[in-house]
């Protein structure tokens, strides 16, 4: 879908295994709230709460993505922020068909930063202690390096430990098909297994799935259905060992010359980053069950009416276990920890849709009316432990985890109960009118606020069908649209809005702890109520000279009112936070979406894809004014994105010669300059300013699409410009030299730099945010795709219907003034972005 939909920014923000994509559409509504509320919501087959991920993409038939208030009112609040409708493969009156889909290949890091050798190390540290005098010359290095640590420099014993971490990954998917029917019977069944192995050791994600669809039509005026899909899920997650292996010392050698591991390399404080990887030292491991099971009976009891119950449920189980030996990252050292975390969640939907259909005269008429319920449990437990006995049993023992035992368990449940009615009419095919009305009610808001009315209502006009077009040669299609509608948001946690207690306990001597009851700081607000958001949207959809150009322009303007936010208490309440609704926000933009189609020949065609999105997002009120975080990353302030960098402004080091300057600020040459915004002499919170946005100006994407005869090339280009990130890689500076760092620019004398610093053994790394802050437009090669098609005339003596095979890449280049790493990942250096290269094969029998 990235780059395909207009209006969706979609992005992967970590190169896990099994890890998938983050996708917000026409920006952000929500502010500060801790329940990921601007997330849209996913329909697969008329169930909500589906797991996207689980969904085989050879299983999919269509996708379709909502975005306008009066396509998602019928979806009410589940719908604020946008629908993916995802409809998979059914059984067809055919013969039946088996179809393997197939691919493998190996992935590669996509950018990842370079850190110091051993040599820069030392330089570094060597311009750490010169900076405050301890350091003249190499024959000062045994002041500044411990005995070993200059053995294992002298005899160039260096080590790149990411470079030992990091290996090539592997993924491939094989999934197999069978669909047919008869007249009365439709079945469409898959079963598939996905894997891949992330970039990292013990980084491994392994799924499972099936999928059985049948339709049954019982006679005339009733049909009958199954919609079933299961996934096992067994993920082993690593975990982050860069981010240690960023800091220590790149001196010395991971094992010695009898082959031991080396714990603590050349005595330092560090332990090895490649400690996990020992033998029983790490695991973790999560194994989750998922199955979704609907049902679905029709009526059609008289003439032009319909009657559609369903009936789904969803069941969840997980069992996620997690040890650590104390030789580990985790350990330290000193002791390890065994402990395991049991979900289960089940989810229940009943929808009931009655549909009456009426044409007359030049007049359509469709009556639709909905009625829904969705209830969603989760009951967890969990145990655990340190010191396991048997380092071999993991988690799997956790009565041998004797010290320290902890244990708990947990209860969540919530519904949602929704009536709707919607009026479409049709004039001549080319007056059109859509009415909506939702009532939603929600058991998360207060008492007196639970329910709501989201009204909207749409009118299109078809220009294109009217006696003063017909003559014209330019325009093949031209409709107008426009939409207005309220949506509402209730993503909080279950019971945010009643007062609870909390265990706390209480040591009244050395030897004996009691348990007691406090308020949770988190209170209660019995006036809790939704959230809402008024859109309107203006679109065009038009095909030119016989539709060789389609597309569409869109406009749209959203505001959100009542926003739900965690407002913090003074500390004289008691209490920390309480959920208020407060604030608004908006959303306003363009989306333009256009397909050319070029060249159509018998033997040679070619077709282009264009999109392109503006979101102007910002926020129009909050209590109070501006409500400003300490956290740079948190700030809001009123007209700006709700994601922002509000800090302070970096514009370079302090020079020789301005030493005088310098000092007025407690600086001298070598430390970062800061810009003294309101001229007061001084460097405080006053001067703090806005950086840049965490979210994108605008989005594109470009895909061509060429067939000549069997073969087929497409090319995917994508693009996201205006961006600001704030990369963990640059953070990587420890100006006293103590660590290990990324390789950078820093500040000598001798080398009079604007980048980063000079190393100062007796100094921090003040201000070290503003080093870290970066734009980070880019665009991108997403895919490119070759396969061929293999003759009808060829493949029929193999007795097969179709056979292509393909070679694809992915992530393959990315155009960006970030030379360090992909900026998709926003320069983490924990969870690098991978880049994938398969080979493929699709066989129909």
């Known amino acids: 879908m990235q780059g395909r939909v207009p209006g969706a920014d979609i992005t992967r923000n970590n190169g896990y295994a099994g890890q998938g994509a983050s996708i917000q559409l026409r920006g952000n509504r929500s502010i500060a709230n801790p329940e990921s509320s601007n997330n849209v919501l996913y329909i697969v087959d008329g169930i909500q709460g589906v797991a996207a991920q689980d969904v085989d993409p050879n299983d999919i038939q269509s996708i379709e993505v909502l975005k306008d208030a009066s396509s998602t009112a019928i979806y009410g609040s589940r719908g604020a922020n946008g629908v993916i409708l995802i409809t998979t493969k059914r059984g067809a009156n055919e013969k039946p068909r088996l179809n393997y889909n197939a691919y493998a290949g190996v992935s590669k890091v996509a950018g990842y930063g370079e850190f110091m050798t051993g040599q820069e190390y030392v330089d570094f540290r060597r311009e750490a202690y010169r900076a405050v005098g301890t350091w003249n010359s190499p024959a000062d290095d045994n002041k500044i390096l411990n005995p070993l640590q200059l053995q294992a420099f002298q005899n160039g014993q260096f080590t790149n430990w990411s470079d030992l971490l990091l290996h090539n990954g592997f993924q491939q998917n094989h999934q197999l098909s069978v669909s047919g029917g008869g007249k009365n019977t439709k079945v469409y069944f898959s079963g598939a297994y996905f894997q891949e192995k992330g970039l990292l050791k013990m980084d491994e994600y392994k799924r499972y799935s099936g999928r059985l669809n049948i339709d049954q039509t019982i006679n005339s005026w009733m049909n009958v259905g199954l919609q079933s899909q299961f996934a096992y899920i067994d993920n082993d997650i690593r975990r982050d060992p860069l981010n240690q292996a960023s800091k220590i010392a790149p001196l010395g050698l991971p094992y010695d010359e009898n082959g031991e591991f080396n714990l603590f390399p050349l005595q330092g404080t560090l332990i090895n980053p490649l400690a996990d990887e020992q033998p029983d030292a790490y695991k973790r491991n999560t194994k989750s069950n998922r199955a979704t099971v609907s049902g679905y009976i029709e ?58 259909n009426k044409r007359f005269a030049d007049h359509s008429l469709q009556l639709t009316g909905v009625t829904s319920y969705l209830s969603w449990t989760n009951t967890n437990s969990y145990a655990g432990g340190n010191n396991q006995l048997f380092p071999s049993q993991y988690y799997y023992n956790i009565g041998g985890a004797n010290q320290n035992p902890f244990y708990g368990s947990g209860y969540v449940e919530s519904k949602l109960l929704s009536f709707s009615g919607r009026i479409n009419y049709s004039y001549k095919g080319k007056y059109l009118l859509t009415l909506t009305g939702r009532n939603d009610g929600s058991s998360k808001l207060a008492a007196g606020h639970k329910w709501a009315f989201f009204p909207s209502a749409a009118a299109a006009w078809r220009i294109v069908d009217e006696d003063f077009m017909k003559n014209q040669q330019v325009f093949s299609d031209l409709k107008l649209r426009v939409s207005y509608g309220v949506s509402g948001n209730d993503v909080i946690s279950p019971y945010a809005t009643q007062n609870s207690v909390v265990v706390q306990n209480f040591s009244f001597n050395d030897a004996n702890a009691a ?75 363009i989306e333009l979406s256009l397909t050319s189609h070029n060249i159509q020949k018998n033997s040679f065609s070619w077709n282009t894809n264009l999109t392109f999105a503006r979101n102007n997002e910002k926020i129009v009120a909050l209590p109070n004014g501006n409500v400003i975080a300490d956290d740079y990353r948190e700030s809001l302030i009123v007209g700006q994105p709700a994601q922002i960098y509000y800090d302070y402004k970096k514009i370079g080091i302090w020079q020789l010669g301005e030493e005088e300057q310098a000092a007025q600020y407690g600086a001298e040459p070598g430390d970062i300059k800061i810009a003294d915004l309101n001229n007061d002499g001084k460097i405080d919170a006053f001067d703090r300013t806005i950086i840049g946005q965490r979210v994108p100006k605008w989005t594109a994407g470009l895909s061509n699409d060429l067939r000549f005869k069997g073969f087929d090339l497409n090319i995917l280009l994508v693009a996201r410009v205006g961006q600001w990130i704030s990369s963990d890689y640059y953070a990587k500076y420890k100006r006293n030299g103590l660590e290990n760092g990324a390789r950078i620019d820093y500040w000598t004398p001798e080398n009079p730099t604007n980048e980063y610093p000079r190393p100062n053994a007796n100094k921090n790394s003040n201000y070290v945010t503003t080093l870290t802050e970066r734009q980070a437009s880019y665009v991108k090669i997403r895919n490119i795709t070759l396969g061929y098609n293999f003759p009808s005339a060829l493949i029929s003596k193999w007795k097969l219907q179709s056979l292509r095979i393909y070679a694809s890449g992915k992530n393959l280049h990315t155009f960006s003034s970030l030379k360090d790493f992909d900026p998709e990942g926003e320069g983490v250096i924990d969870q690098p972005l991978n880049r994938l290269f398969v080979f493929g094969l699709n066989v129909g029998f």
């Open 299 to 356: 009526l059609k009891p008289i003439k032009d009416l319909s009657i559609k119950s369903t009936f789904g449920a969803i069941f969840s189980t997980s069992e996620a276990g997690n040890f650590y030996s104390k030789n580990t990252i985790d350990g330290k050292g000193s002791r390890s920890q065994a402990s395991i975390t049991n979900n289960q969640d089940r989810n229940i939907s009943w929808e009931n849709v009655i549909t009456y």
């Open 515 to 589: 348990n007691a009851y406090v308020i949770n700081g988190l209170i209660g607000n019995n006036t809790l109520k939704w959230e809402l958001t008024k859109t309107m949207n203006i679109g065009v959809d038009f095909g030119l000279f016989n539709n060789i150009v389609t597309g569409s322009v869109d406009y749209y303007h959203a505001k959100t009112d009542d926003l739900i936010f965690p407002y913090t208490l003074p500390l004289s309440t008691g209490v920390t936070t309480v959920n208020r609704n407060i604030g608004k926000t908006q959303n306003k933009g």
